[in-house]
């Protein structure tokens, strides 16, 4: 017999949460990604070069995007792997405004924006997820496929790296601001820390997730991120150091997850699409 609270549905406090985060960030994008060299005049804190802005923007947009789709979406599971990245993620942050007060606009609305938000979301985000993953069946949906361990586990062992380097850039900003492709400050590193600890803990997480349906979502907001880090990274070239063998580590990796991620996308969506076709002509 099934647990009636095992329905696998979305609470409402999380599709109304989940709405009302969508504008902050659509904004923090805009500002960011469109005025990356105006920061001073628009946002929380002034931040040099102009690449820390736009990898900072791209992430905003990709969550944005994620946070549509849960308000949007009816099945937990398809959606519950994201909140505790971004739990990991909204930590960085507030730990970040906490140890850098002084280096932040105080007179900006932007700053005081960004510390409604980072002074919530690392509470609410993961009580949100404790609440709402007693829904979740664990099962594979009908038309489901399970993602291969080969591919599974090399995306675990990506995000374990992935957190590793986020959490040495916090706790060691000064050893990231001496290697890394950019400029860096001991605010930015530790911001940019965040956004590499998003998606490390989303990698550690696949440990225990085997389902498509669980990954998809998600996924397709880190290819979203990625695609526009690329096109920063394009945009900011002359913020980076060629002479610096991290300066091409980092673009190569980055290239590598975006094209990795989108070939990973489409052939388990093309899998899910023959998975649905028998069950499309049995109802015929």
């Given at each position: 017999m099934s647990n009636p609270n095992r329905d696998d549905r979305i609470l409402p406090e999380t599709h109304w949460i989940a709405l009302v985060i969508v504008p902050f960030l659509l904004a923090a994008f805009i500002l960011l990604y469109f005025w990356p060299d105006n920061t001073t005049e628009l946002f929380a804190w002034t931040i040099k070069p102009t690449m820390t802005p736009l990898i900072m923007g791209a992430g905003y947009i990709a969550g944005a995007y994620f946070f549509v789709r849960v308000f949007l979406e009816q099945r937990w599971h398809r959606v519950g792997i994201g909140f505790l990245s971004i739990t990991a993620f909204t930590w960085f942050m507030g730990l970040a405004t906490l140890l850098h007060w002084d280096r932040f606009n105080h007179n900006h609305v932007s700053f005081w924006a960004w510390l409604l938000l980072y002074l919530i979301t690392p509470l609410i985000v993961p009580l949100l997820w404790l609440r709402n993953r007693r829904t979740d069946p664990g099962t594979p949906e009908p038309d489901d496929v399970i993602?291969?361990?080969?591919?599974?586990?090399?995306?675990?062992?990506?995000?374990?790296?992935?957190?590793?380097?986020?959490?040495?850039?916090?706790?060691?900003?000064?050893?990231?601001?001496?290697?890394?492709?950019?400029?860096?400050?001991?605010?930015?590193?530790?911001?940019?820390?965040?956004?590499?600890?998003?998606?490390?803990?989303?990698?550690?997480?696949?440990?225990?997730?085997?389902?498509?349906?669980?990954?998809?979502?998600?996924?397709?907001?880190?290819?979203?991120?990625?695609?526009?880090?690329?096109?920063?990274?394009?945009r900011a070239w002359s913020n980076f150091d060629s002479a610096n063998p991290w300066t091409w580590l980092f673009v190569t990796l980055i290239g590598l997850s975006f094209v990795g991620f989108s070939i990973l996308y489409l052939a388990m969506e093309a899998r899910r699409g023959k998975m649905q076709a028998p069950q499309v002509g049995l109802a015929g």
């Open positions: 993602i291969p361990n080969n591919i599974r586990w090399a995306i675990v062992a990506v995000g374990a790296i992935e957190f590793i380097v986020a959490l040495g850039m916090f706790v060691a900003p000064d050893f990231a601001i001496s290697t890394w492709p950019w400029k860096l400050t001991p605010l930015t590193a530790r911001v940019v820390a965040g956004w590499f600890a998003l998606p490390g803990v989303l990698g550690l997480q696949m440990i225990m997730e085997r389902r498509w349906s669980a990954l998809r979502i998600t996924l397709g907001s880190q290819i979203i991120g990625l695609a526009l880090i690329l096109v920063g990274v394009v």
